[in-house]
């Protein structure tokens, strides 16, 4: 699925670059550029709960993350996959909504939970540590499900 992504944004880069996208029409962009959506589980010590999320894995993506989305529903967000793990931050330019950001170490572990960040804001926030994924989700709801440091995220790109 991830190699039909990149093909979708190679093409998309491509017809771009010929002048040609615009003239298909949005249905076409949303399609070419649309990121791959996979499932995963966020685990308490007694509960699950499954979001669907679009997946961002290359530097672009990361980049643009959610900015501009003005609805999002309450099981889905976007997983933001790192080749490496490294200390990131993330701020809230361009985003009109409130997000969750959950920073996810290496082994699924939940480092750190930024609760219900400040729509359109610059402010800088760090994972405070190295973390390989980091999950954006509707602000609020981490403390909705209960999911707390320390809980886990099951995903096939995180490690177990």
């Known amino acids: 699925m991830i190699a039909q992504h990149r093909i979708r944004h190679l093409l ?14 949005p ?4 399609v070419a550029l649309a990121l791959p959506r996979s499932d995963l589980l966020l685990e ?31 099981n889905a967000g976007m ?24 920073f996810v170490r290496k082994d699924g572990s939940i480092a750190r939970i ?12 760090a994972s405070g540590e190295e973390v390989s994924a980091v999950l954006e989700v509707k602000g ?7 999911i707390a440091v320390g809980d886990r995220l099951r995903h096939p790109a995180v490690s177990q």
């Open 12 to 25: 998309a880069a491509f017809l771009l670059s010929l002048g040609m996208l615009s003239a298909l029409g």
């Open 27 to 30: 249905a076409l962009i949303g």
């Open 44 to 74: 308490t010590a007694s509960s699950q709960f499954r979001f669907e999320v679009e997946i961002a894995d290359d530097p672009s993506e990361r980049a643009k993350g959610l900015m501009y989305r003005e609805t999002l529903a309450d």
């Open 79 to 102: 997983l933001f996959l790192y080749p490496e793990p490294q200390e990131v931050e993330f701020w809230m330019k361009n985003t009109p909504l409130s997000l969750d950001i959950v």
């Open 114 to 125: 930024a609760e219900q960040t400040i729509p359109f804001s610059t402010d800088m926030i």
């Open 140 to 146: 609020g709801m981490m403390r909705q499900l209960g």
